[in-house]
Nanobody
Framework: QVQLVESGGGLVQAGGSLRLSCAAS????????MGWYRQAPGKQRELVAT???????NYVDSVKGRFIISRDNAKSTLYLQMNSLKPEDTAVYYC??????????????WGQGTQVTVSS
C-alpha cells in the first residue's frame, strides 16, 4: 500500500533553516508530480510547493525565494529545504501528490506529517 513518511521537522529560531524529507513507497514515485503541504493551527491545509517528474517547480508566494523543493527518484524521496524561516511557517508539513489545483484532485492517504515550529 501507499506510504508517505515525513521527517526532519523540529523547533528552530526565526531566520533558521530546516530540511524536510518524505520517503514514499507503494507508488511509481519517479513519474509522479509531488508536493509539500502544511497545516497551521486553526487553519486549513494549504499547498506549499510542487515538483513535476521532470523537475519543474512551483511555490506559493509566501515561500518563494526561501524554500526549495527537490526530489531523488532513485531513493523515492521528496525534500523541502526551508531557509529564512518565519514564525508564520509554523505548521505540520505533509507530502502528497503535487497538484496546483489543490484541494481538487486525487491524493494518497495522508501521512502523519512533521511538525515545524519557528520561534520569534
Amino acid at each position: 500500500q501507499v506510504q508517505l513518511v515525513e521527517s526532519g521537522g523540529g523547533l528552530v529560531q526565526a531566520g533558521g533553516s530546516l530540511r524536510l524529507s518524505c520517503a514514499a513507497s507503494g507508488i511509481s514515485f519517479s513519474i509522479r508530480a509531488m508536493g509539500w503541504y502544511r497545516q497551521a493551527p486553526g487553519k486549513q491545509r494549504e499547498l506549499v510547493a510542487t515538483i513535476t517528474s521532470t523537475g519543474t517547480t512551483n511555490y506559493v508566494d509566501s515561500v518563494k525565494g526561501r524554500f526549495i523543493i527537490s526530489r531523488d527518484n532513485a531513493k523515492s524521496t521528496l525534500y523541502l529545504q526551508m531557509n529564512s524561516l518565519k514564525p508564520e511557517d509554523t505548521a505540520v508539513y505533509y507530502c502528497n501528490a503535487g497538484r496546483l489545483s489543490y484541494p481538487a484532485g486525487y491524493y494518497y492517504n495522508w501521512g502523519q506529517g512533521t511538525q515545524v515550529t519557528v520561534s520569534s
